[in-house]
């Protein structure tokens, strides 16, 4: 069964804290990206977990290998259960960051962003790459893969393509979630029904919670779809 996690996108203390209170024990998963983190720093993380709550690090290290060696080994001593590296950073950064959580005492799982979900097949012709989206995908999911990464984040555009090639364990990691059409930044969206559906293991859903009038009420609706359609 997949996996719900709320991405706490919010710079506010008393609104985050209003968030997680209001959804209680219907979410114990949510991602910490940059928004959180550098508006509150590590404490972010303390305070999940000590809620008992799991969390998801989404600061997609992308840098030289000794950097993201220590910046790897100082998350995984956070205690998170998924961290994000950017596979662009290549082979020497992947292996680099599986060492250093290796060396750890931690069960944290590593997960490679390949394409961000906010990208058409335009805007990464604009930065000068050339073959299409799900090419470049696959090419650094293979890349990935091969340096030892646990799993990754893409589109659920992609998940059919991947799911043949990349078995369970291998994780898919699916953002850009929504629940109706929505004019915000993601391009590549998707249904619950259509990523429950492709294999994704975890659906990331920020704004269509965290924005509503009632958060609770769409994680209940969003938890009833994926239950439908694991079912199927
Ligand atoms: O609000 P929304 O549901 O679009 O939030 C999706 C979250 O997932 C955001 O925090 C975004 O940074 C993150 N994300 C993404 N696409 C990726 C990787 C992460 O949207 N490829």
């Not at 024990?25 to 990206?33: A, D, E, L, R």
């Not at 509150?40 to 992308?62: A, H, M, N, S, Y």
């Not at 962003?113 to 999911?141: A, C, P, Q, R, W």
Request: aromatic share 6%; glycine share 8%.
């Amino acid at each position: 069964m997949p996996e719900l996690i709320v991405s706490l996108d919010i710079a506010e203390r008393k609104e985050a804290e209003e968030v997680v209170e209001k959804l209680g024990s219907s979410v114990m998963f949510y991602k910490v990206g940059i928004i959180p983190f550098t508006a509150f720093g590590p404490k972010i993380i303390r305070w999940l977990t000590l809620l008992g709550k799991r969390v998801f690090l989404d600061l997609k290290f992308f840098d030289i290998p000794n950097t993201v060696e220590n910046a790897v080994k100082s998350a995984c001593d956070m205690g998170v259960e998924l961290l994000t590296v950017h596979i662009l950073g290549g082979s020497n950064m992947l292996k680099t960051a599986i060492k250093a959580r290796n060396t750890g005492n931690t069960d944290t799982k590593i997960i490679g962003v390949t394409i961000l979900t906010s990208f058409s097949d335009n805007d990464i012709k604009e930065i000068g790459l050339y073959m299409d989206i799900n090419n470049h995908i696959l090419k650094l999911t293979e890349l990935g893969y091969k340096c030892g990464i646990d799993g990754i984040v893409c589109s659920v555009h992609e998940l059919n393509l991947l799911r043949e090639k990349f078995r369970h364990p291998f994780l898919m990691v699916c953002p850009g979630i929504r629940i109706k059409a929505s004019g915000d930044d993601q391009k590549r969206t998707a249904t619950v029904s259509q990523a429950v559906s492709a294999g994704a293991d975890y659906l990331v859903v920020g704004r269509p919670i965290i924005k509503s009038e009632d958060p609770l009420l769409v994680v209940e609706q969003i938890k009833m779809e994926m239950k439908k359609n694991e079912k199927k």
